[in-house]
T-cell receptor
Framework: GAGVSQSPSNKVTEKGKDVELRCDPI?????LYWYRQSLGQGLEFLIY????????KSGLPSDRFSAERTGGSVSTLTIQRTQQEDSAVYLC????????????FGQGTRLTVV | GQQVMQIPQYQHVQEGEDFTTYCNSS?????IQWYKQRPGGHPVFLIQ?????EVKKQKRLTFQFGEAKKNSSLHITATQTTDVGTYFC????????FGAGTRLTVKP
């Protein structure tokens, strides 16, 4: 596709279950970002991948959160043992040249933990 | 770590009035970007500022980057209902950190 694709668009899960969120960046984009946005709030930085460099994980809120990016393309954000406070929209973005280049956002995955 | 503060959190204006949102970083930035998020949508890139003291204009929007590259502002002249949304700044250094955003509502 032409844009950043995220799946699923909506996810309802029970507290304590693990979830995986997927992001397909724009082809050729070397940088990939994950953010979390709670209702009416700003974008909380989670993790940043740039090419083959070690990812910047400084934004991950706890060790229940992890992310990987396979082959420099698709990324998966995994949340283990979900809690109700994890409920939010998870946004993925990619950019062609990393920091300092325009980031294109996906439509997000709305996660609800019940 | 790097923090980006943005004010005000909300701004309600009458159509035709001006609007300004301000960003301040705790550290010197390599560059700063501005994004707009319409209600129910995702952030969309508006512009990037790189140079100290840089000023850029897009029609009724004026963007400034401070001399110390730690603050920035977005000014909209004569707001229209189409300007409604949340405006975010994003500071770039080792990663891209967003401000909390300013939610603009415009009364016709």
């Amino acid at each position: 596709g032409a844009g950043v694709s995220q799946s699923p668009s909506n996810k309802v899960t029970e507290k304590g279950k693990d979830v995986e969120l997927r992001c397909d960046p724009i082809s050729g984009h070397t940088a990939l970002y994950w953010y979390r946005q709670s209702l009416g709030q700003g974008l909380e930085f989670l993790i940043y991948f740039q090419g083959n460099s070690a990812p910047d994980k400084s934004g991950l809120p706890s060790d229940r959160f992890s992310a990987e990016r396979t082959g420099g393309s698709v990324s998966t954000l995994t949340i283990q043992r979900t809690q109700q406070e994890d409920s939010a929209v998870y946004l993925c973005a990619s950019s062609l040249g990393g920091l300092g280049t325009e980031a294109f956002f996906g439509q997000g995955t709305r996660l609800t933990v019940v | 770590g790097q923090q980006v503060m943005q004010i005000p959190q909300y701004q309600h204006v009458q159509e035709g009035e001006d609007f300004t949102t301000y960003c301040n970083s705790s550290t010197t930035l390599s560059n700063i970007q501005w994004y707009k998020q319409r209600p129910g949508g995702h952030p969309v890139f508006l512009i990037q500022l790189v140079k100290s003291g840089e000023v850029k204009k897009q029609k009724r929007l004026t963007f400034q980057f401070g001399e110390a590259k730690k603050n920035s502002s977005l000014h909209i002249t004569a707001t229209q209902t189409t300007d409604v949304g949340t405006y975010f700044c994003a500071g770039n250094n080792n990663d891209m950190r967003f401000g909390a955003g300013t939610r603009l509502t415009v009364k016709p």
